[in-house]
Nanobody, 116 residues
Framework: QVELVESGGGSVQAGGSLRLSCAHSGFRFSNFYMSWVRQAPGMGLEWVASIRSDGTSATYGSAVEGRFKIDRDNGKNTVTLQMNNVGSEDAAEYYC?????????WGRGTQVAVSS
């Protein structure tokens, strides 16, 4: 059974940094792309970043490029999202996920609040 668990959310001051992590079980982590998406209150899902299975390439949504960094450690089976220069627009529930054989899987999310 695939399971993804996000952690690291919380409250951060505008301009600050936060690091989210995602642990998994139930699949061979190193075989699959991993992604982060987010959902702000009252808004739809927004893609944040994705990283290739071997970690050699990553892509970012325009809203976060240059400020956020996705990374993975296949030895520790974790994927992280380093969030820098956080702004009010980054307040959201953040989810990590993957797609296995055309089936998407997402965790339950971790909330990020931004204070001014």
């Amino acid at each position: 059974q695939v399971e993804l668990v996000e952690s690291g959310g919380g409250s951060v001051q505008a301009g600050g940094s936060l690091r989210l992590s995602c642990a998994h079980s139930g699949f061979r982590f190193s075989n699959f792309y991993m992604s982060w998406v987010r959902q702000a209150p009252g808004m739809g899902l927004e893609w944040v970043a994705s990283i290739r299975s071997d970690g050699t390439s990553a892509t970012y949504g325009s809203a976060v490029e240059g400020r956020f960094k996705i990374d993975r450690d296949n030895g520790k089976n974790t994927v992280t999202l380093q969030m820098n220069n956080v702004g009010s627009e980054d307040a959201a529930e953040y989810y990590c996920g993957t797609c296995i054989h055309l089936v998407p899987y997402w965790g339950r999310g971790t909330q990020v609040a931004v204070s001014s």
